[in-house]
């Protein structure tokens, strides 16, 4: 064990160390195919568990695949599957060993059902089976890190990978906000999109983030202000995987007994709640009254109240951060030489500003959705052609690329980018009410799982598997509220870790079963 624990750390700061010059263009984008073989070299040198811990550190560092027909093809897609391969290889093909499967997978075969009936259905199929393709190739990290969690000890193992990897994303976003200290903003912005997120997310993606991006808060009466958004392709995302970071860093900090520990993981907590508040993202930031509302009335109803009251903690400090955030912004002026923007509060106060451009237009958007779900009810425009939904699609072209590279000026992006800015909305425009019906059966099945594991288990208080696992809950309960105003449960990195933490609380609730 010691042996692959060394190799795995190797594997890290190199893959650390490549992407970075790749990205940064020193190294050619060719070498990403040395490291994608290396990556699945790993994954068959370890052991299963091993394998999985390569591939969660990895996800902070995978690229795009430089390739003439699809540039946005990342590397993930195929680690992902070499180890869900391994997976099956060793235990169902060699050990006779079953996949274990949670409560809540069945409801995804009635989804995946509608979903592809809708593809059938749709005018522009290869984008709907793509995007069913990009989700199943997600999902396989989920089913290897369920099956390969099997006991508590190595439960507490993957937490740790979990964390050490979002908080290389979180801190990375420190390393970004730190890096127009010494150039001016402009000139940060036109060469993030041009190097760092071409590395990541193709020359298509790019291109586009050249002029419309979500990386600038601005306000009515002040200069615009960079936000913190890391490797991601927008601030959104990033807010998120911050936000997924508390749980795994709260996770250990309650199992930890070394005082050093418990003071670096409270530091990295703070930081990680002020990236939040960095990111400039208003819907996590109305997102945070699901955790706060379900957990107050827990505490209210003594459901628990030993267990669930460490959960206020990084909530309260987000609070306290966010009151005092207009000093902190202040201080960053000043270090940049430049002058102070408006503040996070008044960002925050333009939630109810419906004159906001992007208050008005998510309303707009949502507006318009809604009218062509009207029309569509059953299975909508077909799983990833929310294209179709816009009203510049009414004649629709039999060339997706042109329609999709088209730029919409309503929006000032390319049709291909836009979406309802609700994941909810999303469903319904895509796949109809019937995908709608099915995606929420499916997270009504993950509550009420995670519902009678606390009800079994709220008094084991001194439990940090049973903590991560109520605390996961209550994060994921942040991220479907926010997902109210955006469906970045989509992106990648994003879908990533929530099917991680999926799993990781799932074989939790396993092993407190038996």
Do not use: C
Not at 64 to 75: G, I, Q, R, T, Y
Not at 176 to 196: K, N, R
Not at 368 to 392: E, M, N, Q, R
Not at 431 to 457: D, P, Q, R, S, V
Request: charged fraction near 10%; charge should be positive.
């Amino acid at each position: 064990m010691f042996k692959q624990k060394f190799f795995l750390i190797v594997l890290t700061i190199y893959q650390l160390f490549s992407t970075a010059l790749i990205a940064i263009g020193v190294w050619p984008a060719q070498v990403v195919y040395i490291n994608l073989a290396v990556q699945l070299g790993a994954i068959l040198f370890f052991d299963l568990e091993y394998a999985l811990y390569s591939v969660i550190l990895s996800i902070p560092f995978y690229l795009a695949v430089p390739n003439p027909k699809f540039d946005s093809l990342s590397a993930w897609r195929f680690t992902f599957l070499a180890l869900l391969i391994v997976l099956w290889y060793k235990q169902v093909f060699k050990a006779k060993q079953k996949l274990r499967w949670m409560s809540w997978d069945p409801h995804l075969i009635f989804l995946t059902a509608i979903i592809i009936l809708s593809i059938i259905f749709e005018p522009f199929k290869t984008v709907g089976a793509k995007k069913l393709l990009f989700v199943a190739n997600a999902y396989f990290l989920y089913v290897a890190a369920l099956n390969i969690i099997r006991s508590k000890q190595k439960v507490l193992r993957v937490i740790k990978t979990g964390f050490v990897s979002t908080a290389m994303i979180v801190l990375l976003g420190y390393v970004q906000l730190a890096s127009t200290f010494a150039t001016s903003i402009y000139y940060f912005w036109q060469y993030w999109a041009t190097f760092i997120s071409k590395a990541y997310y193709g020359k298509t993606l790019a291109d586009s983030l050249t002029y419309s991006n979500s990386w600038f808060s601005f306000y009515k009466n002040s200069p615009p202000s960079l936000r913190m958004f890391s490797i991601l392709p927008d601030s959104h995302a990033f807010a998120v995987i911050a936000m997924f970071s508390i749980p795994f860093a709260a996770g250990l900090l309650y199992s930890t007994k070394k005082t050093w520990q418990k003071i670096l993981l409270w530091a990295y907590i703070v930081f990680a709640d002020l990236a939040i508040i960095f990111s400039g993202t208003r819907g996590v930031w109305v997102g945070i009254l699901a955790p706060l509302v379900i957990l107050t009335y827990l505490y209210i109803k003594h459901w628990g109240r030993k267990l669930i009251a460490p959960m206020f903690l990084p909530i309260l400090i987000f609070f306290a951060l966010f009151a005092i955030s207009p000093l902190i912004q202040k201080a960053v002026a000043t270090i940049r030489n430049g002058a102070t923007a408006g503040n996070f509060i008044q960002r925050a106060q333009s939630v109810y500003d419906l004159g906001d451009t992007s208050n008005a237009g998510r309303i707009a958007i949502w507006k318009s959705t809604l009218k062509y779900a009207l029309v569509h009810p059953l299975l909508g425009a077909g799983f990833g052609d929310f294209i179709v939904t816009l009203p510049i699609s009414n004649a629709v072209p039999k060339d997706y690329q042109q329609l999709a590279n088209q730029k919409n000026q309503t929006y000032n992006l390319p049709n291909q980018y836009i979406t309802a800015h609700n994941l909810y909305l999303d469903f319904l425009a895509e796949t109809g009410l019937l995908g709608l019906t099915a995606f929420l059966l499916y997270l009504g099945g993950i509550a009420k799982k995670f519902w009678i594991f606390f009800k079994n288990h709220y008094l084991y208080s001194d439990d940090g598997l049973i903590f991560f696992a109520v605390n996961a809950a209550i994060y994921l309960a942040w991220l479907f509220a926010y997902s109210l105003f955006d469906g970045t449960l989509i992106n990648d990195r994003v879908l990533m870790y929530f099917f991680l933490m999926l799993a990781i609380s799932g074989s939790i609730i396993s092993a407190y079963s038996v």
